[in-house]
């Protein structure tokens, strides 16, 4: 038993302080797991300048994101239902 996700019917749509960003998860296979799901806004990871702090990579200050966790069975309903809230950007 395995489960396999599809993500379909995306959409994006400008609210008062940010964006709200729904899609579609199915689980087209047998088995049962959860998936986090996440929308992102910016560059995760800032690369470090030359020389800066020996190459380390930092957390980029204008990357956001929202993540929900969902667990679908084979008939695609949610068991576990969380909001992942909306991702403010300028």
Not at 44 to 61: L, S
Request: charged letters at 30%.
């Amino acid at each position: 038993m395995v489960p396999q996700y599809t993500v379909s019917a995306t959409k994006k749509t400008k609210v008062e302080n940010g964006f709200e960003v729904t899609c579609t998860v199915t689980n087209i296979g047998t088995g049962l797991m959860p998936v986090e799901v996440a929308a992102t806004a910016g560059e995760r990871w800032k690369k470090p300048a030359a020389g800066d702090r020996n190459g380390v990579y930092t957390v980029d200050p204008e990357y956001h994101d929202a993540r929900t966790t969902i667990t679908l069975d084979r008939e695609n309903r949610n068991r576990s239902r969380s909001s992942a809230g909306s991702i403010r950007r300028k």
